[in-house]
């Protein structure tokens, strides 16, 4: 042990002293590198801060210029104010700059090739700096005065202008000097950068060859050895490991299912007579039971009358391996209700011993629900018998009502038409031919009236066209029928094929539908006309009836009459009919600007 330890200890000074003079080496070179750098880096600063200097001096210099040329032709006496000093302050901030930059050229160590040549530079600027200076000092003061001569300003103006291109082209050479001598430094530090690194590199490479890879191939074989036994006693710990932490799972898993099921789960373990072994912390709560309830009957504990009682227990007794379901009523003691849905099964012990398993389940919401759901079908059960008792008790009246019409109409109109050709041919006179003449043509016009009633009285009826040719010619037979009979301008548009044959049980009802609309367009709208039209879209048939007369309020319409006085029989057994096949109708009206109403049949249901 003590010679395991001083190798580990000879060996880690050894490496300590290797590390310290290759980091050294590293760091000398890095930090002389960092020294050289920052240096140039700090004159390169001070480089273009001149710079920024240099081309403000241009833009002061134009600046100078135009505000001298603007007071010269400013004659507010405002703007003369601003302008005045707005130069004033301008030839300040030039001088200054001018000042800043011969300081600075000064302050350059003599020797440099740099600073002789821009020495000289600025030599040639100065006459062109103290010409413009002292002429826009000369503007200056003269603009001052109340009033100008404009011949006292001309030659300052003069010279100032002719002067400005020739500065400004100084101003230009010394900028692009101060531009090429900086470049010139950031060559020179590209240069130093380079040696640096290459010269950091070459120490690396030989560090790595000298003196990290002889090492670290001693390290390996080392750490090779080691590990071929470290990992046969990683295998055995990790093998020992799994097996803890698979004992410990199962542990845990266990607690967290007795946990879960014992504050989540209604159950209770029985023998096979019912008597409790244990309950669950939320069944005994159900129960209002804490503790004493071991010994005691499951059954009596949930306080069940006999006949469940005797059920719940003879459950319990004759299960023999198989789950069993049943739901029982139970109620707390303080009178509230709760349906319970019991499983029980058998759970088999190692000592040949079993005992059962009771489950419960709290379905009261679903009993509830399910009793509500019975409730209200029974009440719309109930609901719709009275509905179609309603519409039965209509409908009768309805066809009493249409006999009642069509006798009405035979007596009022065929009737009386009869009784009158009875006696007209009764009170014929051979022996007087000029009133028999005349009474031969009364009967004439007595017939036709007649034969008139009776085809109106016939044709309200079954139409034969219906049954011989389809819907669409018998709509078009009764509009030509209804504009001959009634004298109204009854119009009909057919889209469709006319050969379109559906369900004679369809087709009478769109032919009645429209029928009633057609009639109370007659009777009730006082159109100008009545326009009928029909057409298929989208295996659709539309049948819409236009009319332009006064119209009616829909709103004012109800929905269910009560009896033919109160109007609305016939807009009832409309939409009654298209009900009964399946259809849509829409109505639409305004008082006084017409009403339409349209029949929806899809021709796939027929």
């Not at 804490?290 to 009596?300: D, F, R």
């Not at 003691?333 to 058998?346: A, N, Q």
Request: hydrophobic share 40%; charged share 25%; with cysteine.
């Amino acid at each position: 042990m003590n010679k395991r330890e001083s190798l580990d200890h000879q060996t880690f000074n050894r490496l300590s002293k290797i590390y310290i003079i290759a980091l050294g080496a590293i760091g000398l070179f890095t930090i002389g590198g960092q020294f050289f750098i920052q240096r140039y880096l700090n004159s390169q600063i001070d480089d273009s801060k001149i710079i920024n200097i240099s081309g403000r001096q241009r833009m002061l210099s134009q600046k100078l210029s135009k505000e001298i040329l603007l007071l010269s032709y400013v004659k507010n006496q405002k703007s003369k104010a601003q302008y005045l000093a707005a130069l004033e302050n301008t030839i300040k901030l030039w001088k200054s700059s001018h000042r800043n930059l011969k300081n600075y050229n000064d302050s350059i160590q003599k020797g440099r090739n740099d600073s002789t040549e821009i020495k000289r530079m600025f030599l040639v600027l100065q006459p062109y700096f103290e010409t413009i200076y002292k002429n826009s000092l000369q503007v200056l003061r003269l603009t001052k005065k109340d009033s100008i001569n404009p011949e006292l300003l001309r030659p300052h103006l003069t010279s100032v202008i002719a002067t400005e291109p020739l500065f400004l082209d100084q101003m230009d050479a010394i900028v692009f000097r101060y531009e090429k001598e900086a470049k010139e430094k950031i060559s020179s530090l590209k240069k130093i950068e380079y040696f640096v690194f290459s010269l950091i590199i070459l120490i690396l490479i030989s560090e790595f060859f000298l003196l990290f890879r002889p090492i670290a191939l001693s390290i390996k074989k080392t750490i090779s050895n080691l590990l071929i036994s470290q990992q046969n006693a990683n295998d055995m710990a990790a093998h020992a490991e799994m097996l803890r932490k698979a004992q410990n799972e199962n542990v845990q898993e266990l607690i967290s299912l007795t946990k879960a099921i014992d504050q989540t789960l209604l159950y209770a373990r029985v023998d096979e007579r019912g008597t409790v072994r244990s309950l669950g912390e939320r069944f005994g709560k159900l129960l209002n039971i804490n503790q004493g309830y071991t010994q005691k009957n499951l059954a009596e504990l949930m306080d069940l009358n006999e006949v469940q009682k005797n059920r719940l227990l003879q459950l319990i007794a004759q299960n023999k391996g198989g789950v069993f379901n049943e739901e029982f009523e139970f109620e707390f003691i303080s009178g509230k209700k709760v349906w319970l849905d019991v499983s029980i099964l058998t759970v088999f012990r190692e000592s040949n011993t079993s005992e059962r398993l009771v489950l419960c389940s709290d379905i009261s919401t679903r009993k509830e629900a399910q009793q509500e759901v019975e409730r209200l079908t029974a009440i719309k059960y109930q609901q719709k018998e009275e509905l179609q008792k309603s519409n039965a008790s209509l409908i009768v009246e309805a066809q009493e009502e249409e006999r009642k019409r069509i006798a009405k109409e035979i007596h009022d109109s065929i009737g009386q038409m009869l009784t009158a050709l009875k006696f007209n041919i009764e009170s014929i006179n051979t022996d007087n031919i000029e009133k028999t003449k005349q009474k031969i043509d009364g009967l004439k016009q007595l017939s036709k009236d007649l034969i008139q009633g009776i085809r109106m009285a016939t044709f309200n009826l079954t139409p034969p066209e219906l049954k011989d040719y389809g819907i669409c010619i018998a709509l078009q037979k009764m509009v030509q029928e209804l504009s001959k009979l009634t004298g109204k301008n009854v119009l009909f548009e057919n889209k469709t094929n006319s050969e379109l044959r559906l369900n004679s049980l369809v087709e009478t009802n769109l032919y009645r539908v429209t029928q009633e609309a057609v009639n109370n367009a007659i009777k009730y709208a006082k159109s100008g006309y009545i326009f009928v039209s029909v057409q298929i879209s989208e295996s659709v048939l539309s049948i819409v009836i236009d009319d332009n007369g006064k119209g009616f309020d829909i709103s004012k319409i109800p929905s269910k009459p009560k009896n033919n006085a109160e109007g609305g029989m016939g807009l009832f057994f409309m939409k009654e009919r298209m009900n009964y096949i399946n259809g849509r109708i829409f109505i639409s009206s305004v008082p006084q600007k017409g009403t339409r109403v349209t029949l929806n049949y899809t021709i796939n249901e027929s």
